[in-house]
């Protein structure tokens, strides 16, 4: 079973930052969409940064600006660069990516791809913010 793994969350104050990382096989680079989401306690999973394969990027309007995604298809790891964290930021995050070879032209990027559409997930990492 194909596993990502997360790494770098942590407890932090209110406008501190956190550089979350994703390993993956190299293969998985190959993926149409890799990206980053996030669940809080009682709340649904949800997408806060993509990166599509030629490297375009998308953010959910909530982290603009604070949040950056990137990637290193050599060293097969992602990233998510978040600044300015708030309280509500607080939630465990996860990296994911579509099947690889499939592709996903149809979206205008690969922040509008269903949740369900990403096969692959890593098993979380803790952010926590406090005020």
């Known amino acids: 079973q194909v596993q990502l793994v997360e790494s770098g969350g942590g407890s932090v104050q209110s406008g501190g930052s956190l550089r979350l990382s994703c390993a993956a096989p190299?293969?998985?680079?190959?993926?149409?969409?890799m990206a980053w989401f996030r669940q809080a306690p009682g709340k649904e999973r949800e997408g806060v940064a993509a990166?599509?394969?030629?490297?375009?990027?998308s953010y959910a309007d909530s982290v603009k600006g604070r949040f950056t995604i990137s990637q290193d298809n050599a060293k097969n790891m992602m990233w998510l660069q978040i600044n300015s964290l708030k309280p509500e930021d607080t939630a465990t995050y996860y990296c994911a990516a579509t099947l690889e070879g499939k592709s996903y032209g149809g979206f205008a990027h690969c922040g509008a791809v269903p949740l369900a559409d990403y096969s692959y997930w890593g098993q979380g990492t803790q952010v926590t913010v406090s005020s």
């Open positions: 190299g293969y998985i680079y190959s993926s149409y969409c």
């Open positions: 990166i599509d394969n030629d490297g375009s990027t």
